[in-house]
């Protein structure tokens, strides 16, 4: 049974740094697109930012160049390095893989890790 594990979430004030981790059993996981969402309350999710298959990746604007998106195949795990966080960061990250092979889609979602930037 595939399942994403989110861990490294936490307070940290203004400014401050945290690390994500999503550790996946999703096989094989270089096949897959990974990426982090975020949920607030009052607040529709939202793509963070996306890897591809082949490197590729994307973010939403409100955190360009301060959010970084990489994966380590050979540990199937997809990490989002934040720094200069700010209040309006506070969400739940949700890690998110998925797959598309011709018309099948398989996708998958962690139960998310807390974030909270506050001082």
């Known amino acids: 049974q595939v399942q994403l594990v989110e861990s490294g979430g936490g307070l940290v004030q203004p400014g401050g740094s945290l690390t994500l981790s999503c550790a996946a059993s999703?096989?094989?996981?270089?096949?897959?697109?990974m990426a982090w969402y975020r949920q607030a309350p009052g607040i529709r999710r939202e793509l963070v930012a996306r890897i591809t298959t082949g490197g590729e990746t994307n973010y939403a604007e409100s955190v360009k160049g301060r959010f970084t998106i990489s994966r380590d195949n050979a540990k199937n795990t997809v990490y989002l390095r934040m720094v200069d966080l700010k209040p309006g960061d506070t969400a739940l990250y949700l890690c998110?893989?998925?797959?598309?092979?011709?018309?099948?889609?398989?996708?998958?979602w962690g139960q998310g890790t807390q974030v909270t930037v506050s001082s």
């Open positions: 998110n893989a998925r797959r598309i092979l011709a018309t099948d889609v398989w996708e998958y």
């Open positions: 999703t096989s094989p996981f270089n096949a897959y697109t």
